[in-house]
C-alpha cells in the first residue's frame, strides 16, 4: 500500500522539529528542497510531487518559526528546467548533487545565518 504525504504532512514535520529544537535551545535553519525530476520509479507521480516541493519550498521561505532558510532548489536546477538539476551539478541519479553541485549549495548560504 502505497500513502502519499501532503505538503501540509511535510510542512507539519518541519515545525515540529522546530518546535522541539527551539524547546531545547536550538537555532533551526531550514533549506528548500531541491529538483527530483527524472529520478523517480513513478514518473507518472512527479505533477503531484513537484507540486508538493513547490508548496514546501514556499514556506521554507517564508516562514517564521525556523531562524533562518536556505534556497538550495535554485543553486543546482537547470535554469531551462527548474525540476530538474542542471547537468552539471547531477551525480547521475537526477536526486543527489555531485561535487560541483554540493560546491553550488555550499556557495549559496549566506554565512551570516550563522552569526548570532
Known amino acids: 500500500m502505497s500513502e502519499t504525504i501532503t505538503a501540509d504532512d511535510l510542512i507539519a514535520g518541519y515545525r515540529q522539529i522546530i518546535a522541539r529544537a527551539h524547546e531545547h535551545g536550538l537555532r533551526v535553519i531550514v533549506a528548500t528542497i531541491t529538483p ?23 514556506w521554507v521561505l517564508s516562514n517564521t518559526e525556523a531562524d533562518g532558510s536556505i534556497d538550495f532548489a535554485p543553486a543546482v536546477a537547470d535554469p531551462t528546467h527548474p525540476a530538474r538539476f542542471l547537468p552539471a551539478f547531477d551525480s547521475g541519479d537526477h536526486l543527489h548533487p555531485n561535487d560541483a553541485g554540493y560546491k553550488a549549495m555550499a556557495d549559496a548560504i549566506d554565512l551570516g545565518l550563522f552569526r548570532r
Open 36 to 58: 527530483f525530476e527524472g529520478s523517480l520509479k513513478q514518473p507518472e507521480a512527479l505533477p503531484q510531487r513537484e507540486a508538493i516541493r513547490q508548496a514546501v519550498n514556499r
